[in-house]
């Protein structure tokens, strides 16, 4: 019983506080000197001072030449094997999303700024939309960045876009910050998102949230604008939201 309490209060519990400035660190979306860490945390200094030493030596943190810290390279397989088996455990639920809508679906996460799709099961049709598990785009330009977005500050949304730009991929991307904000007000209003040839030209996609996720995620329905339709949009948006709320509650229960 002396070594399992021992275990409780000690590992454990440095274990859960590590964690937690791992999630602060994410929270900055950049850096942060061990005085933020302190005010953000509630820790003791040197507490964070021992913690990020050890972060430090396997990896999972950085210090930058200006001496603050930011998040390490080694997280970058845990939370890419993560997205994938995340992907993996939703593809039975896109399936049934492609069979009601005869579009193709996906599983999309915001990874460091950008969107990587996890998922994805094919639509039946020979013209399909042609993005592939594992690419990665920029959130502006996308009906699952812009469901994505959607639901996250303003500030935190031109952060993101200051450090991203917001190139055109097609004449009908966003390229102004007010302008894409003003569009992710009306997006967040009706719970979807409807990507209008901005990433990839005679494609239209309807993408919606998840929520309560640990990480910023959407699903969403893609196909020829010729066979998507403005009308077809209204039919298939609530399908794509049941999706969305069926993934959301089984992350919440296995959390």
């Known amino acids: 019983m002396a070594e399992e309490k021992a275990g409780r209060d000690g590992g454990v519990q440095s274990l859960r506080r590590a964690f937690e400035l791992l999630e602060r660190l994410a929270d900055t979306g950049g850096e942060a000197s061990l005085s ?13 001072h021992r913690l990020i030493r050890t972060l430090v030596q396997l990896g999972y ?17 845990l939370g890419e094997n993560a997205s994938m088996q995340f992907g993996t455990w939703a593809r039975p639920l896109l399936a049934e999303l492609v069979e009601a809508t005869g579009e193709t679906a996906n599983l999309a996460v ?43 500050p303003a500030e935190d949304v031109r952060a993101l876009l200051d450090r991203t730009g917001m190139p055109a991929y097609t004449d009908h991307t966003f390229t102004d910050p007010d302008e894409l904000l003003a569009h992710l007000a009306q997006v967040a209003a009706q719970g979807y998102a409807v990507d209008e040839s901005e990433q990839e030209l005679g494609v239209r996609c309807i993408a919606v949230p998840l929520t309560g996720t640990p990480a910023p995620a959407a699903v969403s329905v893609s196909g020829p604008s ?11 948006a609530p399908l794509v939201q049941a999706t969305a709320a069926t993934l959301s509650t089984h992350l919440a229960e296995s959390a």
């Open 226 to 236: 010729g066979r998507l339709t403005r009308e077809a949009v209204s039919r298939i």
């Open 61 to 77: 943190v950085r210090q930058n030449t200006n001496r603050k810290y930011a998040l390490g390279a080694r997280l970058i397989r």
């Open 110 to 152: 915001l990874e460091r700024d950008e969107v990587v799709y996890v998922s994805q099961v094919p639509s039946k049709h020979s013209m399909r939309m042609f993005t592939e598990v594992g690419r990665r785009v920029l959130p502006h330009g996308t009906g699952v960045g812009k469901a994505i977005l959607s639901q996250l």
């Open 36 to 48: 933020e860490l302190a005010a953000t945390s509630g820790l003791p200094m040197p507490t964070i």
